[in-house]
């Protein structure tokens, strides 16, 4: 389909938000090509696009600034890497493998997260986009990072595919997954894991804090621990009906980590603070379920802080 044929509104985004050498991903391609000394050349087929997302761009007016937003994201974080000392080997193997132009290939997921492959048939990127209203950059950011810094190597599991990194899948020479050891000697930290990578080992460390009525927090070395007692508890939250608005009683936050690639989580807040002064709140239903359901042990009590720990790695149900 030529550009002609596409609605108005997708022709006027091509031309104000792709097009134009100012446009911010135009803007990111050339430090990208800056930065590695070879071309950089992206291509998009609008029409498959379109195709593929028309549904959730009822608004065209917004498609192909939404679509130039996480390019840009995708060429920001590329730029990153390449401006980090520490991914030098990641640098000289895109250079090896590009043989002088890199080729970005923008196409569409299959999940509502994106996912990036190296083509060596066609010598560039597949950078397949999410389903759905395109996420933040703030969002996309990390996704787009460990996919970029994983692309090279052997094929790995997906991060939602935590189930299998149980103890009797554990690769051997996978330093991330190695059995516990007592060292002599201080690990090269070039060897170590990444922070997502790691705290998917156990031991888990897992503390509950509710002194009050009006909040409750929960710090958990295990990210995926702390998303099944959120969901669990989304899910089983009394809505606050004097409320107009009619939200959950109990407001449910989880809070990224600060360390590492990927998007985890370390802890999880339950408040009640300027909501319906009729709804409290307790860590019981935490504790229940940290004991009870995933079979944390209680390390020790202190008034009102609880300590657990798992040593048997976690995995889903198939």
Known sequence: MSISRLPLEVQVGIRDHWDRADAPVQIARSAVRELLGIDVVIEIAWDLLILDLDEDYSDKSIFVF?????????????????????????????????????????????????????????????????????????????????????????????LDEWANLCMDTIDDNSVATAPCQSLDVLPDISILPRP???????????????????????QC??????????DYLEKWCKVNHQDVRHPPAVEIKLHQS?????????????????????????????????????????????????????????????
């Open 221 to 230: 070395s295990h990210s995926p621990t702390l998303e099944l007692l959120a």
């Open 66 to 158: 939404s679509i130039a937003k996480q390019v840009q994201t995708f060429l920001d974080v590329l730029r990153d890497i390449l401006d980090s000392e520490i991914s030098t080997e990641w640098t000289h193997t895109l250079l090896e493998r590009a043989s002088g132009g890199l080729r970005l290939f923008i196409g569409t997921s299959k999940k509502k997260e994106p996912s990036i492959f190296w083509s060596t048939k066609r010598v560039g990127f597949d950078v397949n986009l999410p389903k759905g209203m395109m996420p933040s950059p703030i969002e996309m950011q990390p996704l787009f990072k460990v996919r970029l810094l994983d692309c090279f190597d052997d094929p790995q599991a997906p």
């Open 258 to 318: 600060s360390f590492g690639i990927g998007l985890t989580y370390d802890r999880l807040t339950l408040s009640v603070e300027g909501r319906n002064p009729n709804f409290l709140v307790s860590p019981m239903i935490v504790l229940s379920f940290v004991e009870g359901v995933l079979g944390y042990k209680s390390v020790s009590v202190d008034g009102t802080a609880w300590i657990f720990r798992r040593d048997v790695g976690l995995r889903k149900g198939r």
């Open 196 to 218: 997502d990578d790691l705290l998917l080992k156990p031991p888990y460390h897992l503390a509950v804090y509710g002194g009050g009525n009006l909040i409750v927090e929960v």
